[in-house]
């Protein structure tokens, strides 16, 4: 968390005040020691657009460098027209965007964030780390169907948080799709059945569209877009967080723990 539908709206709103030039660029000493993995060389160029894969931004600047920001837990970039003053501002970009005078900040409270200033050859090998995004045009049936099979002894919660495979997944992403899909969460991949492979690759389109059109998903103390506003997402969700599912209507939830994550399931709707 944030996961794809939050990251998505964060680029979103980012894209709105771009092509962005940076004046100073002032960091903390917490994001060059928990957060940041390169040098940074920002002041003086310009943020030309933001683009995304999975859960990891990627701004693309003039001289074809790119700033690749991926949120950890509680990451967010917020964007002000004064100078922030919130806690845990580890990054604020003061600069000139086509609305005027701005302030662009990364602000990440528990420091689980990773930043990267990179050339383009490098920022591509990074990138090329994560499967096909799961709301990109590369992310196809076929693909979806080869990649169950290639990790045939995974449960398909597991295998569906796997950024190698499925980028932009999380764990409460992957806990609605099971659901969606009416198979449970423990399941094998080598148990999917021939008929219930449309219903997962639906179930997929399905999250990730509901999760972005509402905002993203906050959570209790979690997720802010670049406003500081919180995702409406919580009322589409069908099992994650839930006492009863909400597809039946009737059936408490069941809570288990799947590969040390909190996994959610249905008993009467999911087999």
């Known amino acids: ?70 949120l950890g837990m509680t990451g967010t970039w917020l964007i002000t027209k004064e100078r922030p003053t919130q806690k845990h501002s580890h990054l ?26 990179l050339n ?15 709301a990109s045009p590369e992310f196809t049936y076929d ?24 980028a932009g997944s999380g764990n409460y992403i992957a806990n609605e799709i099971c659901a969606h899909a009416g198979i449970r969460p423990t399941r094998l991949c080598a148990k999917i059945k021939k008929d219930e492979y449309p219903k997962l690759y639906h179930a997929i389109q399905q999250v990730i569209g509901g999760a972005i059109a509402s905002g993203g998903t906050t959570f209790q103390g979690g997720y802010r877009d670049t406003t500081g506003e919180r995702g409406e ?20 939830v069941k809570k288990t723990v799947l590969a040390q994550r909190g996994t959610y399931h249905c008993p009467k709707c999911q087999k």
């Open 1 to 70: 968390m944030p996961e794809l539908p939050e990251v998505e709206t964060i680029r979103t709103q980012l894209s709105t005040i771009l092509p962005f030039e940076v004046h100073t660029a002032t960091t903390t000493k917490e994001l060059k020691k928990d957060v940041l993995h390169t040098d940074l060389a920002l002041e003086g160029r310009t943020l030309t657009r933001a683009s995304r894969k999975g859960k990891m931004l990627d701004f693309i600047l003039d001289d074809m460098s790119h700033l690749l920001s991926h």
């Open 143 to 166: 693909y979806m169907v080869e990649a169950f099979k290639r990790i045939p002894g995974r449960a398909i919660k597991v295998a569906l948080l796997d950024q190698k495979y499925f």
């Open 92 to 117: 604020i970009l003061e600069g000139q965007s086509p609305a005027g005078p701005m302030f662009l900040t990364f602000n990440d409270p528990r420091r689980f964030g990773h930043m990267y200033h």
């Open 120 to 134: 383009q050859a490098d920022a591509q090998t990074k990138l090329d780390e994560l499967g096909p995004d799961l």
């Open 233 to 252: 997402g919580l009322s589409n969700l069908v099992v994650f967080w839930q006492k009863v599912c909400k597809l039946c209507g009737v059936t408490p």
